[in-house]
Antibody
Framework: QVHLVESGGGVVQPGGSLRLSCAAS????????MHWVRQAPGRGLEWMAL????????FYADSVKGRFTVSRDNSQNTVYLQMDSLKSDDSALYYC?????????????WGQGALVTVSS | YELTQSPSMSVSPGQTAKITCSGD??????TYWYQQKPGQSPVLVIF???KRPSGIPERFSASTSGNTATLTISGTQSSDEATYYC?????????FGGGTKLTVL
């Protein structure tokens, strides 16, 4: 059974940084692309980033390009989201999710999310 | 790239709900649909326009024509009350619709 557990959320000041981690289990992690998707309180879903199974393809939403960095460690079954230059608009629940393929298709499985609050 | 959904709709139990998603040249790409209940993570209910993942009831179906994708829930049940999001890929970025809150009453 696919299991995704996010960690690293918390409160950070505007301009600060935070790194989210997502520990995966229940599947062959190195065979799948991974996503980060966020949801501000009471709002809809907003896709953030994708990293392919082998890290050769990495894509970002325009809203975070240059500020957020996605990476993965296939030996540790973990995907990361480094968030820099954080703004109040970045406050949201951040979901780690597994793609249905090695590169890019459906967002098949979702974690429970990590809450990030950007506030002074 | 923008995907447009009606913010809300209601349906009576047992009736058919049709949730639409509009986007430029949507028929040229796959559309995906997700269900999200309050306080829960999203769940994939349709992939590649019209395929159902294992475990998703047959009452969920979908189609795409032109610029509009449609999620159909036949014989809607109270457990289907949720917000439904469409999603598509464009230029190596994923875009979600704003979501349609389905009320079953």
């Amino acid at each position: 059974q696919v299991h995704l557990v996010e960690s690293g959320g918390g409160v950070v000041q505007p301009g600060g940084s935070l790194r989210l981690s997502c520990a995966a289990s229940g599947f062959t992690f190195s065979a799948y692309a991974m996503h980060w998707v966020r949801q501000a309180p009471g709002r809809g879903l907003e896709w953030m980033a994708l990293i392919s199974f082998d890290e050769r393809d990495i894509f970002y939403a325009d809203s975070v390009k240059g500020r957020f960095t996605v990476s993965r460690d296939n030996s540790q079954n973990t995907v990361y989201l480094q968030m820099d230059s954080l703004k109040s608009d970045d406050s949201a629940l951040y979901y780690c999710a597994r793609d249905g393929s090695a590169t890019r298709s459906e967002i098949e499985h979702w974690g429970q999310g990590a809450l990030v609050t950007v506030s002074s | 790239y923008e995907l447009t959904q009606s913010p809300s709709m209601s349906v009576s139990p047992g009736q058919t709900a049709k949730i639409t998603c509009s986007g430029d040249r949507l028929e040229d790409v796959y559309t995906y649909w997700y269900q999200q209940k309050p306080g829960q993570s999203p769940v994939l209910v349709i992939f590649q326009d019209k395929k159902r993942p294992s475990g998703i009831p047959e009452r969920f179906s979908a189609s795409t024509s032109g610029n509009t994708a449609t999620l159909t829930i036949s014989g809607t049940q109270s457990s289907d009350e949720a917000t439904y999001y469409c999603q598509a890929w464009r230029n190596n970025a994923a875009f979600f619709g704003g979501g349609t809150k389905l009320t079953v009453l």
